[in-house]
């Protein structure tokens, strides 16, 4: 079931391949500024909140970039779930076939489809 039946999926995918370019080309474009207009007095502007040439900024920008790629790598479902099963047992429970509505199953988009979706766990669809 689609949110907006009237909507097209193509324009859909064009509106947001359009929005896309334009934001990788926002940051390129900003990025590039920084580092061009001085990038130890920027990252000390945005990241340390000082007037001065220190590395400070850079030490906060290189720290939480590796914060958010240790969070990244460690956010995965596999991480998660092994991070659970310390602390007590991880069990899937049966889905009832009766009960099978979209919202309440997971599902997962069929390859090379955009109209159909499958019901995982549902065999009367």
């Known amino acids: 079931m689609r949110p907006l039946r009237g909507f097209p999926v193509a324009v859909a995918r064009r509106l ?3 929005v896309m370019v334009f934001f ?25 909140v000082r007037d ?14 590796v914060v958010i790629a240790a969070a990244w790598v460690g956010l995965r479902p596999d ?3 092994w991070l659970a099963s310390l602390g007590r047992k991880i069990s899937r429970r049966p889905r009832d076939p009766a009960n099978c509505t979209p919202a309440k199953t997971a599902t997962r988009r069929i390859p090379h489809t955009t109209d159909r979706l499958r019901y995982e766990g549902c065999s009367h669809r």
């Open 16 to 18: 947001h391949f359009a």
């Open 79 to 81: 991480t998660l779930r």
């Open 52 to 65: 001065d040439q220190s590395w400070w900024g850079f030490a906060i920008l290189a720290g939480s970039i």
């Open 24 to 48: 990788v080309a926002f940051i390129v474009v900003h990025v590039t500024l920084a580092f061009a207009t001085g990038a130890i007095a920027n990252f000390n502007h945005m990241w340390a």
